[in-house]
Each structure stands twice: as C-alpha cells, then as structure tokens.
C-alpha cells in the first residue's frame, strides 16, 4: 500500500484506505482470504493478511463493518494490546457501553471478554478482559450493521 493511503484509524470512517460504505471490489486485487461463517455472520468476510484487516460486506459488496486486528493506529499510537486505562487517556469517545462476552475456544475453554462501544465514534473495542489489552478494533457503519449483518 503506497505510504500517502496509511491513515490509520479515522473514526467513523475506516482505517488507513478502507472506507465503510465503499465497495470490496477497490480492494480485491490485494491477497486476501474470502470466508463464509452461516450461520453465525450473515455475510461475507474479507481477510486481508497483509494488512491484518478484515471487511465485512452486505450482498452488493458494500462494507459496513471493518476489523483491525492485528494493528491499529490512532494519530500515531498503537491501541492493539493497549490497556483500558491507557485507551480511555486517548478521549476518542465516551463509552456508552460495556459489555461482557463469553468466548469459547475451540479446546472446550473459554475466557470473557469485554467490549466497549463507542456509539459517537462509531468503534467497538474488545479488551482480552475487564483492563486490557485491546485485542480487536471494530469500526462500523451502525450499531445494528455490525458483523451480525445489516437488520432488514
């Protein structure tokens, strides 16, 4: 990706060159991986390796959901293994919301996970537990159009 697209996270508007709203055909002659999860996700996802990026798309390729999760950087700071505290000094939004998920894994253990949203930044934040460190960076359209696919 030439240097001038890496922005990094714009809030309420994507990371670096992908942009919610914008199609996945811009960016599909990059490597990528397409997955299917039915019945858990109502849509395509697009894996970007490279980038650490995942897109997920409604059925005319339209993207209302990206994923950082391998990196994410906000005005120059890393926020991927950030602590909850450290995220909070930023100010990029009040959370509104915070949220417990149980996650099981794939050897019958599993571990809770907190998320918090940040409806005026349009981010969802997942924390490995209640302080940290950040694990995933969701950027969405809505609320409602977040992975689980667009409500009809």
């Known amino acids: ?3 001038d697209k890496k922005k990094g996270l714009v809030p309420n508007v994507g990371y670096d060159d992908f942009v919610l709203g914008g199609n996945v055909s811009a960016y599909l002659d990059r490597p990528h991986t397409l997955r299917h999860f039915e ?10 390796e490279e980038e650490g990026i995942d897109l997920w798309c409604d059925q005319n390729g339209i993207i209302y959901t990206i994923r ?21 000094k930023l100010q990029i939004d009040v959370p509104d919301n915070l949220m417990p998920l149980y996650m099981m894994e794939a050897n019958g253990q599993g571990h809770t996970e907190e998320i918090v949203c940040c409806y005026n930044a349009g981010l969802k934040i997942w ?13 969405v359209n809505s609320f409602e159009d977040d992975i689980y696919g667009p409500e009809e």
């Open 68 to 88: 950082c999760c391998t990196s994410c950087i906000y005005h120059g700071v890393e926020l991927i293994g950030m602590n909850y505290d450290d995220f909070m």
């Open 39 to 48: 019945p858990t996700f109502l849509s395509d996802t697009y894996h970007f």
């Open 127 to 139: 924390f490995d537990d209640e302080t940290g460190p950040i694990v995933n960076i969701f950027i």
């Open 1 to 3: 990706m030439a240097e």
